[in-house]
């Protein structure tokens, strides 16, 4: 797993995806520290990192990780009112949609017999999370914003996890991220639709202010 970040470094990502957990044992502490120095190091070079919360809980001592590795952004499900599955809650720093009933999958068309395709867990979530950090950056790069180095300032931990907590802030749960109120999406063809320049121009302000 090390060698992937690794691999990531050199190919100068600006985010990585860790949707899952990894134990600690007497058995492979070999292992984690040298995954533990290839988290540092990414974090060292300003890519922005997410893992997932661990689905145990309570029922877990340990730390979730790599979620709780330096520099890694920790991500739980949350159910459909926003608030945190309890197995999530313990650890998470946001959450993010994956609750134990699921997200329908998009693109999908089952037949009259099937049930629609579900996904969930903190795995999910995390990829939620980094999906909307890709949309994040993207709608910096090509707004007005985008030649003033908010792009630049973006790309680092501490910063994210403010705008993060931003958008937090205006719902209902302290750790949900409710994406809805920023961007707008045409659900039905399940692609991400902003009305306009403007309306782009105001939602990155919204943003970065």
């Known amino acids: ?3 992937a970040i690794r691999w990531a470094i050199k190919k ?4 990585i995806s860790m949707s899952w957990t990894i134990e600690k044992t007497n058995k492979n502490v070999r292992q ?7 988290i ?3 974090h060292k070079g300003r890519i922005l990192m997410f893992g997932a919360a661990s689905d145990q809980g309570f029922n877990s001592s340990n730390k979730p990780y790599p979620a709780k ?3 890694v952004i920790c991500i739980g499900a949350a ?10 809650e313990k650890d998470s720093d946001y959450l993010f949609p994956g609750g134990t009933l699921g ?3 998009p693109r999908q068309q089952p037949t009259e ?3 629609p395709q579900t996904v969930s867990g903190s795995s999910f979530a995390t990829a939620l999370a980094t999906g909307l950090t890709s949309l994040i950056l993207y709608c910096v790069d090509i707004s007005k914003y985008g030649k003033e180095g908010h792009r630049e300032s973006l790309q680092d931990y501490a910063t994210m996890k403010l705008v993060f907590e931003m958008m937090a802030s205006v719902g209902g749960h302290p750790k949900y991220i409710g994406v809805e109120r920023f961007f707008k999406a045409t659900f039905a063809d399940f692609e991400w639709e902003l009305d306009g320049k403007k309306e782009l121009d105001d939602a990155v302000e919204y943003i970065i202010r």
Do not use: F, N, P
């Not at 100068?12 to 985010?15: K, N, S």
């Not at 984690?32 to 290839?38: P, S």
């Not at 159910?79 to 999530?88: C, F, L, M, P, R």
């Open 113 to 115: 017999d099937e049930r």
């Open 103 to 105: 997200i329908k999958l």
């Open 40 to 42: 540092k190091e990414a």
């Open 69 to 71: 590795g330096t520099g």
């Open 12 to 15: 100068r990502v600006h985010i």
């Open 1 to 3: 797993m090390y060698q």
């Open 79 to 88: 159910k459909g009112s926003g608030h945190a599955e309890e197995v999530a």
């Open 32 to 38: 984690i520290e040298d995954l533990d120095a290839a």
